[in-house]
Structures are given as structure tokens and as C-alpha cells.
């Protein structure tokens, strides 16, 4: 299957700052990309769809302007948090899809 | 909303013994299902699939049955071993209408916790 990896795996930052988490299919070139977000004990959320070359697309609820998606390649996709705040503490996960899904290994933010 | 549910939450199980875990699933346009493990603080793991056309499918020391009538799907694990405790997600596809790949919608997980 298709190897994902995810940069930082971790990161801490202060409310207000804005955090970048990216998104990388090793060895499959990726024109779609998904964001995922995962509050502790809970199902994963899909946020949007990050399509290469063009706009993502958002789910409903998940603000577009506070998650900025840029899929400029095939092989990357970065998300990032805006004006992070405490309650965007979460953990954020990339999948990219052939045939099947495969998931990057997370990242976990720390908004404090 | 279509929804994709579990009907437990948490799972346990002595070593040795066979695991089943459920998962209901809401909407009929659904054609392709995926199960998922997830080990604390990592990514989801595919495990296996099926697609609707079919209603049992085996890997190594794993079945997934699918029942379209009652919309239910189950993962059977055999044997079950301490490397097994995780999460375990049900996930089906929502085909996209433009552009490539498949939206999935997630079950809310089952904690499977294997007892020595």
C-alpha cells in the first residue's frame, strides 16, 4: 500500500499562532488528499478534501478560512491552522486513496 | 444524516479466543466497506475491505461479513492476541462525483481489549 507520512508528528504552539502540518505520499502520486480531525476517544472527522491543482473542498462546519489547504504537488499536501486556538487541540490525520485508503501516522496539536 | 454506527464501545476478550466486532451502516448507496485498526496515537490501519457485491470476505485470521439486508457489517477476529488490542473502525465509501477517491464515513470505533 501506499506510504503516508505526516510532519511535525507533534507540535505545541501558543493561542493566535498559526501551525502548518504536512502531508506526504512517499510512493504514490496523490491527485487527492484528505484531512482528518480526531478529538480524544472519538471517530474521525473528515475536514475536507485537498485535490491537486485546485481548491479543496470543506465539509460543512469546518471553516475554510481558518483551515488553509494547499495541494500543490502530487506527492504534498499542507494544512494549516490559523489563529490556532485551545480548542483546535486535536489530531489531525492525512489519508491519501488509490483503490483503498491509506493513513499518514497523525499529528498531534497543542494549542495552549 | 447517513451515519455509520458500532454497536459497542469496548470489546474484551481473553487471548485465544475469537473476536466479533459490529457495525451498522445507514446508507443503502453505500458499495464498498472498509475496516480499519488504531493503535494509540497512530494512523488508522487498513485491515480489510469488501465490496457490497460480495458478503463475506477472509484475510489472515480476519472475516468480514457483510449483511445488506439489515445493513450490518462485522469483523471477525481469530485468535485473538495482545497485539490486537486497538480501536477498530467501520468506514464505507460515499463515491465522489468529481474528482478521484472515495469520501469514507467512519464508525464511532470499538476498543477491543484482549486479557491474558
Known amino acids: 500500500g501506499a506510504v503516508v507520512s505526516q510532519h511535525p508528528s507533534r507540535v505545541i504552539c501558543k493561542s493566535g499562532t498559526s501551525v502548518k502540518i504536512e502531508c506526504r505520499s512517499l510512493?504514490?502520486?496523490?491527485?487527492?488528499m484528505f484531512w482528518y480531525r480526531q478529538f480524544p476517544k472519538k471517530s474521525l472527522m473528515l475536514m475536507a478534501t485537498s485535490n491537486e491543482g485546485s481548491k479543496a473542498t470543506y465539509e460543512q462546519g469546518v471553516e475554510k478560512d481558518k483551515f488553509l489547504i494547499n495541494h500543490a504537488s502530487l506527492t504534498l499536501s499542507t494544512l494549516t491552522v490559523t489563529s490556532a486556538h485551545p480548542e483546535d487541540s486535536s489530531f489531525y490525520i492525512c489519508?491519501?486513496?488509490?483503490?483503498?485508503?491509506?493513513f499518514g501516522p497523525g499529528t498531534r496539536l497543542t494549542v495552549l | 444524516g447517513e451515519s455509520v454506527g458500532l454497536h459497542l464501545p469496548t470489546l474484551s476478550v481473553q487471548e485465544g479466543d475469537n473476536s466479533i466486532i459490529n457495525c451498522a451502516y445507514s446508507n443503502s448507496a453505500s458499495d464498498y466497506f472498509i475496516w480499519y485498526k488504531q493503535e494509540s496515537g497512530k494512523g488508522p490501519q487498513f485491515i480489510i475491505d469488501i465490496r457490497s457485491n460480495m458478503d463475506k470476505r477472509q484475510g489472515q485470521r480476519v472475516t468480514v461479513l457483510l449483511n445488506k439486508t439489515v445493513k450490518h457489517l462485522s469483523l471477525q477476529i481469530a485468535a485473538t492476541q495482545p497485539g490486537d488490542s486497538a480501536v477498530y473502525f467501520c468506514a464505507e465509501t460515499v463515491r465522489m462525483l468529481t474528482g478521484g477517491g472515495n469520501k469514507l464515513t467512519f464508525g464511532t470505533g470499538t476498543q477491543l481489549k484482549v486479557e491474558l
Open positions: 489519508s491519501v486513496t488509490g483503490v483503498e485508503q491509506f
Open positions: 510512493d504514490f502520486q496523490a491527485t487527492t
